[in-house]
């Protein structure tokens, strides 16, 4: 059964790599493009319009006018962490699943040059997009790492802040995702989270969709649920601190700390 389970959360997770790479090609192929799939149901990506979505979840268009329009044109989020964050100077901060590199950018404007922000993405060909991007706005103080949120390409307790828009849900294993995010914090660092959830259980149909998980539907957790999954990691203080949209399936952001 435990050899069935790791095979199949294998095979969700290619599946998936293999559409945001598609997502990242065709975002450098024609800048600006969505990254929704339109065939899909239901979607963390947004309408056509990148800029009416990124308002939508609360992105200020003045801090994105200064970004590539393929950073944009690469995300797929449903939050802005950045925003929420409270990100200070000199601060590191890792982003879980950083695509074109979106919130790395906001991120590392808002820390500062003696602050640093890296993004890890299990796709190549976003990491590629990301670091093509970094070289575009000239910032010195981020990084760019291929590995898989559930096995950190980082060491242990040398990060202050996580963020992570709409990733976390596409992971198979989160109890992992929350346990590698504790490790790598430092005593009395935090996380700030926006991601997909529901109100109740989702049918075993739609959890056996692989464009379901693509979508960003079929991995989403009860609200309770995922709030419990970062306890049993270790976090305290974990709460809700917004929502948006109603309904079976929404977005909302969490807030977590790690013990000092």
């Not at 991120?107 to 060909?125: F, L, R, S």
């Not at 490790?183 to 996380?191: E, F, Q, S």
């Not at 957790?221 to 929404?250: C, H, P, Q, T």
């Amino acid at each position: 059964m435990v050899g069935r389970m790791v095979k199949e959360n294998e095979d969700i997770k290619e599946y998936v790599k293999e559409r945001y790479s598609a997502v990242a090609k065709r975002t450098e192929a024609a800048s600006g493009a969505s990254c929704c799939d339109t065939s899909a149901s239901a979607s963390c990506c947004g309408p056509t319009s990148k800029a009416e979505y990124a308002q939508r979840i609360g992105y200020d268009l003045r801090e994105l006018s200064e970004l590539p329009d393929t950073a944009i044109g690469a995300s797929a989020g449903c939050g802005n962490p950045t925003a929420l964050a409270g990100l200070k100077e000199g601060e590191v901060v890792l982003d879980l699943g950083s695509g074109g590199g979106i919130d790395v950018f906001l991120a590392a404007k808002k820390v500062g040059p003696t602050g640093k922000a890296i993004g890890v993405d299990m796709t190549q060909e976003m990491i590629d997009l990301a670091m093509k991007n970094a070289e575009e706005v000239g910032f010195q103080n981020v990084e760019f790492r291929k590995g898989d949120i559930e096995d950190l390409p980082v060491e242990d307790e040398t990060v202050d802040v996580i963020i992570s828009n709409c990733v976390i849900n596409l992971a198979p294993d989160k109890d992992r995702v929350f346990s590698e995010a504790y490790r790598v914090l430092r005593p009395g660092g935090r996380i700030m989270v926006s991601d997909i959830v529901t109100d109740g259980g989702l049918p075993e149909e739609v959890r056996n969709n692989p464009d379901a998980w693509a979508a960003c539907v079929a991995g989403a957790l009860d609200e309770k649920v995922y709030m419990e999954k970062i306890r049993n990691a270790g976090f305290k203080d974990v709460r809700v601190i917004a929502k948006r949209s109603g309904g079976r399936i929404y977005s909302a952001e969490f807030e977590a700390h790690k013990p000092k």
